[in-house]
């Protein structure tokens, strides 16, 4: 987590050296450990939403997607409540059309499985 911590700062200080002008020629947002959004959290998904401009966008999704061990099986009992927290992302991503990337997180790489990281 603290990797991506420093990453997005690095990322907002790079952006405001170079953001000279009144209006943002383009925007990206980094949106991380959206699998669950929790009592008194602002839904970051909403908050975006609220931002966009419809062009010049980018999104990355910065891992987390779903909590705690991602994408059960289907027919699996915890399948139904891992959609609810992953398709409002899938949908946001829908927004930017081809500028929506998904990086998988510490819950994706956890999985020893040698296909783990292609099933996700």
Request: charged share 20%; aromatic share 12%.
């Amino acid at each position: 987590m603290r990797k991506y911590t420093l990453l997005i700062w690095s990322l907002l200080l790079v952006f405001q050296s170079y953001s000279q002008s009144a209006e943002p020629t383009y925007t990206l947002y980094l949106l991380g450990d959206a699998g669950k959004v929790t009592d008194g959290q602002t839904n970051s998904i909403e908050v975006i939403k609220s931002q966009l401009r419809g062009e010049n966008e980018a999104i990355i999704f910065l891992g987390d997607n779903i909590y705690q061990q991602g994408m059960p099986v289907e027919g699996h009992e915890e399948r139904k409540n891992a959609e609810k927290y992953i398709n409002p992302q899938i949908e946001l991503a829908k927004e930017f059309n081809d500028r929506a990337y998904f990086i998988p997180g510490p819950t994706i790489w956890l999985d020893t499985s040698d296909d783990a990281v292609s099933v996700y």
